[in-house]
């Protein structure tokens, strides 16, 4: 039997991370870009605190799909929600560790202005707004199935 304080972890950790993704990038990156002059600055920070926030992503993810299997045991390990906070996982490591060392490598080698940083950088923002969507999605819709 699960137990009774897991639900409120798991919402929890799950407002915690799609929250923080959303305050991050549509809020304080944004702010960043905006308020610093310069552009390179600005980037750094933005790219400190994206990072951050993977690291959070992962570590809430993980205990997520944890939770997931203790409360729903493993029949039904694969139910959506866990699909989602999986595929969320999935994007999340994709973007840490292959898009953001790309785009710090071209950033290294003065290529911000370059088609290549330009793809990288669109390729990375997709993937991030796509796990903001996802996010959006498991915390709107909550729990249904009582625990």
């Given at each position: ?94 973007g ?23 793809q ?18 498991l ?9």
């Amino acid at each position: 039997m699960a137990h009774p304080y897991l639900p409120a972890v798991e919402r929890t950790l799950l407002t915690f991370w799609v929250g923080g993704l959303w305050a991050v990038g549509f809020v304080v990156a944004p702010l960043l870009f905006a308020e610093l002059d310069d552009r390179a600055l600005a980037g750094t920070l933005a790219g400190a605190i994206f990072r951050v926030m993977s690291y959070a992503g992962l570590a809430c993810g993980g205990c997520l799909l944890a939770i997931h299997w203790l409360l729903r045991g493993e029949r039904r390990f694969l139910a959506w929600q866990t699909s989602v906070i999986a595929a969320m996982l999935v994007l999340t490591v994709f973007g840490e560790f292959v898009l953001a060392p790309r785009i710090a490598e071209l950033r290294a080698a003065g290529l911000t202005e370059s088609a290549r940083f330009a793809q990288a950088h669109g390729l990375a923002s997709g993937v991030f707004l796509v796990n903001c969507v996802l996010g959006l999605v498991l915390v709107s819709t909550g729990r249904r199935d009582g625990g």
